[in-house]
């Protein structure tokens, strides 16, 4: 029962650098889900993807690629990492759009320096 | 931008009291829910109400809603010490083209102290 699953932990990148942060769910769930949380700012969504094949953006997109690569894995890209993109990351789950439970991650810190 | 709007941000208490945080929004929404999150933690869901519901209970939680005030409560009674974390309201509408969008709140941060 893992649930939700993010690599890494934690990281440190220097600006300019790239990386990815991984995540797979083991629920079987259509929708997927990325949020950044920052210090009085709540969750912000970043990208979701509906379904398999599809991914949309969030209020905050810019900056971050995702990739469906299946249903059960959704992994969201840093291309130039920026020190505004300091943030602890958590991906999400849930059986659909629309009114479902979503289920999280344990989070991911990221520190861009 | 934020739809929901936890209210007070902050709120420390009594073990054994009861700890009560508000939610508010500002258009309208399909449902509302409630989760919590313990430091250094992802979020764990409590409860999720629907728009046409005015109240449900799940063991010592209790909340409310009121669409006419655009406005939830979260009622925990008889707090404990391992109560304390932050709790967000999240609402969830319908976006453009058939999509739905769940929006957090900041959320309130309790303390329950033994």
């Known amino acids: 029962n893992a649930g939700v699953t993010q690599t890494p932990k934690f990281q440190v990148l220097k600006t300019g650098q790239s990386m990815t942060l991984q995540c797979a769910q083991d629920?079987?769930?259509?929708?997927m889900y990325w949020y950044r949380q920052d210090p009085g700012m709540g969750l912000r969504l970043i990208y979701y993807?509906?379904?398999?094949?599809?991914?949309d953006k969030g209020e905050v997109p810019n900056g971050y690629n995702v990739s469906r690569l299946n249903k059960r894995e959704f992994s969201l890209r840093l291309e130039s990492a920026a020190p505004s993109q300091t943030s602890v990351y958590f991906c999400?789950?849930?059986?659909?759009?629309?009114?479902?439970?979503?289920?999280f991650g344990e989070g991911s810190w990221l520190t861009v320096v | 931008s934020q739809q929901g709007e936890e209210d007070p941000q902050a709120l420390s208490i009594q073990e054994g009291e009861n700890a009560t945080m508000n939610c508010s929004y500002k258009?309208?929404?399909?449902?509302l829910q409630w989760y919590r999150q313990n430091s250094g933690r992802g979020l764990v869901h409590l409860i999720l109400?629907?728009?046409?519901?005015r109240e449900k209970h799940s063991g010592r939680l209790r909340v409310t809603l009121d669409t006419s005030k655009k406005s939830s409560s979260l009622l925990i009674t008889a707090s404990r010490a391992a109560d304390t974390a932050s709790y967000f309201c999240?609402?969830?509408?319908?976006?453009?083209?058939?999509?739905?969008?769940?929006?957090f709140g900041k959320g309130t941060k309790l303390s329950v102290i033994p």
């Open positions: 999400a789950s849930s059986e659909s759009l629309g009114g479902n439970t979503i289920y």
């Open positions: 629920m079987n769930h259509n929708s």
């Open positions: 993807s509906a379904s398999e094949g599809t991914t």
């Open positions: 258009t309208s929404i399909n449902n």
């Open positions: 109400i629907r728009s046409n519901e």
């Open positions: 999240a609402t969830g509408a319908k976006a453009s083209a058939g999509s739905y969008q769940l929006t």
